[in-house]
């Protein structure tokens, strides 16, 4: 599933701190694209932490970045204001992505 407006060579780069995550799993469970899919983003490690495995399911929601209480993940593109544009349009992409 893609969200209207982004493109697909455009894609994202998920980056995890170990250093600065708990292992709360918290990106885990609010993830919409690692719940109840084939393909999930992402699958809690031995050590609790999330570890990408279909950086291609991500749709560039943010919902993992800006639910992370130890600062630990980043979601990157190259031009990422060109994708995601101002907080408003995410936040509009995020209710999207979770309904
Ligand atoms: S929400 Fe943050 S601290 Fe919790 S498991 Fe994910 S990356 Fe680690
Ligand atoms: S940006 Fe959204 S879709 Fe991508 S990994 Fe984070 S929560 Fe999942």
Redesign the pocket.
Known sequence: MMVEGLEEQQEPLIR??RE?????????D?CPQSRDTEFPV?ERGED???QVVNEDSCIGCLS?EQ???????RVEVEDRDDRYGPPDQRAEIKCRAMF
Do not use: K, T, V
Request: negative net charge.
């Open positions: 995890i701190d600065r995550c708990i292992g709360c799993g918290e990106c885990i609010i992402f609790g932490r999330p993992c639910d992370c209480r130890a600062d630990a993940i």
